[in-house]
């Protein structure tokens, strides 16, 4: 009689060491899982990051050109009316007021 009660704690026993052991594995396989996820997530990121910079250097060196062929058809749209360049300032000066009215 005393054998099969200790035989049945040895297995009790041996189902607790498996469900810990496949618990420990597991948990050691979702480690490595998840770990490595982070990486590739980490290293997909830099590259975005680098491929969004080099889009936007993209994009601003062409907003420079379009800038610069706006002003050029201004110019040249200028010349042709007869509007001439030039360097002197001229300001206006709004010290003096006046008052408009509207009679009926």
């Known amino acids: 009689m005393n054998t099969r ?3 049945a704690i040895y297995e009790k026993e041996r189902i607790w060491l498996f469900a810990g052991s496949v618990c420990l594995v597991s948990s050691v396989v979702l480690y490595i899982y998840f770990l490595s996820a982070s990486v590739h997530h980490v290293v997909m990121r830099k590259e975005i990051d680098k ?3 080099t889009r936007g250097s993209l994009v ?3 907003e420079s050109q379009y800038i610069e062929a706006q ?4 110019e040249d749209i200028a010349s ?3 509007f001439a360049l030039t360097n002197d300032k001229i300001y206006i000066d709004r010290s ?5 009215l509207r009679t009926n």
């Open 51 to 53: 491929e969004i910079t």
């Open 5 to 7: 009660v200790q035989t």
């Open 71 to 74: 002003h050029l058809v201004s």
């Open 80 to 82: 042709m009316r007869g």
């Open 60 to 62: 601003s060196m062409l």
């Open 96 to 100: 003096d007021t006046t008052l408009v």
